[in-house]
């Protein structure tokens, strides 16, 4: 089955880039499916980050948009996040997941997900 | 509107059942998917579309969707069902991705 695994620092500077990459195994990233970036900042709920094809179509989150980017490397099997002008407000657990939408029928999920890693944003 | 609202806390006594609520507009074109996320932990996908159940996800976890409200229904609730439980859509477009708030679970 599919696994997906974060990594990347744990640790960046205000101001930095924050740089993370998801590798899936089990499974070929070149499927009809959309890779995506979820994060969780401490003691709060889920918020989406952006999400991508393995075409190289790209959806953000509007509020993140202007320093997301999700980028895809189908020779390695992985896709990566970056983010850009970090603040605390950034500080999070970062999950990669898979998402499957079929619009036709109103199917959306995410499933699987990482185990997540956390990142904090601090000098 | 592109929010999905839900209560912020609900409690079960054991081996009752819990209806956790999840509403915003997006649910007209796309089911709710459900997500519990225990302390420390990744979400896991509890249900999805129709009332689907991926494998391994007990048979007392069932959903229910009309118009703009969709349901997680928890039938006989279990101590080990105490968690976070998150709503999942996307918005009329199709292309973003909206999270409920959450609604955290006790088990009395």
């Known amino acids: 089955q599919v696994q997906l695994q974060e990594s990347g620092p744990g640790l960046v500077k205000p101001s930095g880039t924050l740089s993370l990459t998801c590798a899936v195994s089990g499974g070929f990233i070149m499927t009809n499916n959309w890779w995506s970036w979820v994060r969780q900042p401490p003691g709060k709920g889920l918020e989406w980050i952006g999400e991508i094809y393995h075409s190289g179509r790209t959806s953000y989150n509007p509020s993140l948009k202007t320093r997301v980017t999700i980028s895809i490397d189908k020779s390695k099997n992985q896709f990566s996040l970056k983010l850009t002008s970090v603040t605390a407000a950034d500080t999070a657990v970062y999950y990669c997941a898979r998402g499957e939408v079929k619009a036709a029928t109103g199917i959306n999920r995410f499933d699987p997900w990482g185990q997540g890693t956390l990142v904090t944003v601090s000098s | 509107s592109s929010e999905l609202t839900q209560d912020p806390a609900v409690s079960v006594a054991l081996g009752q059942t819990v209806r956790i609520t999840c509403q915003g507009d997006?649910?007209?074109?796309?089911?709710a998917s459900w997500y519990q996320q225990k302390p420390g932990q990744a979400p896991i996908l509890v249900i999805f579309g129709n009332n689907n159940r991926p494998s391994g996800i007990p048979d007392r976890f069932s959903g229910s969707s009309s118009a703009i409200t969709a349901s997680l229904i928890i039938t006989g609730a279990q101590a080990e069902d105490e968690a976070d439980y998150y709503c999942?859509?996307?918005?009329?477009?199709?292309?973003?991705?909206?999270f409920g708030g959450g609604t955290k679970l006790t088990v009395l």
């Open positions: 999942n859509s996307r918005d009329s477009s199709g292309d973003l991705v909206i």
């Open positions: 997006s649910l007209r074109n796309y089911y």
